[in-house]
């Protein structure tokens, strides 16, 4: 079955701090992730549930049904997200392994 399987892991991290809510910022993500990927029921690091650590979110993609992710697709709508959440030092890295063998690496500084 796991090679019929393609994965796709979408992670923001916030590396600056300085006059922004780290708290706020992931969980306003961690709420725009689970509207626009909904349809392929993210699994997703809840901020708030490691208190050292609320300034990442990691978000897991999964398609059991042989289809394939398609880069330009997962990339437009991880790199739109709102304005309010795209400060300084946020970086997204996008992985996607694809059942096909297509492999695709992205990493975006906001």
């Known amino acids: 079955m796991a090679n019929?399987?393609?994965l796709c892991i979408i992670k923001y991290t916030y590396t600056r701090y300085v006059g922004v809510d780290i708290e706020k910022c992931t969980r306003g993500l961690f709420e725009y992730v689970k509207e626009?990927?909904?349809e392929?029921?993210?699994?997703?690091s809840e901020p708030?549930?490691?208190p050292?650590?609320?300034d990442?979110?990691?978000i897991?993609?999964?398609k059991k049904d042989g289809s394939i992710f398609y880069e330009m697709n997962i990339q437009r709508r991880a790199i739109n997200i709102p304005l309010d959440f795209q400060m300084e030092g946020l970086v997204l890295?996008?992985?996607i392994t694809n059942c096909d063998g297509t492999k695709y690496k992205k990493t975006h500084q906001f």
Do not use: A, H, V
Not at 40 to 44: G, N, R, Y
């Open 4 to 6: 019929k399987m393609s």
């Open 36 to 38: 626009e990927f909904g």
């Open 40 to 44: 392929f029921q993210p699994q997703m």
């Open 48 to 50: 708030g549930t490691i």
């Open 52 to 54: 050292d650590m609320p």
């Open 56 to 58: 990442y979110l990691d």
């Open 60 to 62: 897991l993609l999964c």
């Open 93 to 95: 890295e996008i992985n």
